[in-house]
T-cell receptor, first 114, second 114 residues
Framework: LAKTTQPISMDSYEGQEVNITCSHNNIATNDYITWYQQFPSQGPRFIIQGYKTKVTNEVASLFIPADRKSSTLSLPRVSLSDTAVYYCLVGDISNAGNNRKLIWGLGTSLAVNP | DSGVTQTPKHLITATGQRVTLRCSPRSGDLSVYWYQQSLDQGLQFLIQYYNGEERAKGNILERFSAQQFPDLHSELNLSSLELGDSALYFC?????????????FGSGTRLTVV
């Protein structure tokens, strides 16, 4: 299982772009990279997922370099409501129902200030 | 509303007691995952069920057990409760047992053991 490393916390201001980088040096060939957002006392919410290069949706962008040993979640023009913990997960998707256990670290606590 | 329903939302019980947490997955999802999140801790994977069968086990204590019923709802049983079992317990579901589609989490059950 690929271990991930993220900054413990980050601070930003409303309207800024925030980039959170996750390191996963031992990522395997079949591993995808997924990011989740969690507000206090709520369950995590899926944000974005990718395998390589760049993925963009209405919420965020995910940049993955060619070696896939890291990834960067980019949140454009953050607002106060983006204050949350962001988790980077790396896992294998090859076989349906196989015994995979994604490892959730402590995530990155993002504080957006006015 | 994520579509994953967890009951009860809050539970306060004494040490040594037994409780049952219930989860109804999102419609169409076959996999159910249970997670424990203690104060200021990351999510700890406990167990996964896929279409009624246990599929993966994480750091689940022997005092804890779970099952998934034919209607796909799941129950997590916690017995001989200790103060350290106080935590948020989340249930998540995914379609066809593949995490690559993204987990959908419920809002959690906050368990307080006194």
């Amino acid at each position: 299982l690929a271990k991930t490393t993220q900054p413990i916390s980050m601070d930003s201001y409303e309207g800024q772009e925030v980039n959170i980088t996750c390191s996963h040096n031992n990522i395997a060939t079949n591993d995808y990279i997924t990011w989740y957002q969690q507000f206090p006392s709520q369950g995590p919410r899926f944000i974005i997922q990718g395998y390589k290069t760049k993925v963009t949706n209405e919420v965020a962008s995910l940049f993955i370099p060619a070696d896939r040993k890291s990834s960067t979640l980019s949140l454009p023009r953050v607002s106060l409501s983006d204050t949350a913990v962001y988790y980077c997960l790396v896992g294998d998707i090859s076989n349906a129902g196989n015994n995979r256990k994604l490892i959730w670290g402590l995530g990155t606590s993002l504080a957006v200030n006015p | 509303d994520s579509g994953v329903t967890q009951t009860p939302k809050h539970l306060i019980t004494a040490t040594g007691q037994r409780v049952t947490l219930r989860c109804s997955p999102r419609s169409g999802d076959l996999s159910v995952y249970w997670y424990q999140q203690s104060l200021d801790q990351g999510l700890q994977f406990l167990i996964q069920y896929y279409n009624g069968e246990e599929r993966a086990k994480g750091n689940i204590l022997e005092r804890f057990s779970a099952q998934q019923f034919p209607d796909l709802h799941s129950e997590l049983n916690l017995s001989s409760l200790e103060l350290g079992d106080s935590a948020l317990y989340f249930c998540a579901s995914s379609p066809r047992g593949q995490e690559n589609y993204g987990y959908t989490f419920g809002s959690g059950t906050r368990l307080t053991v006194v």
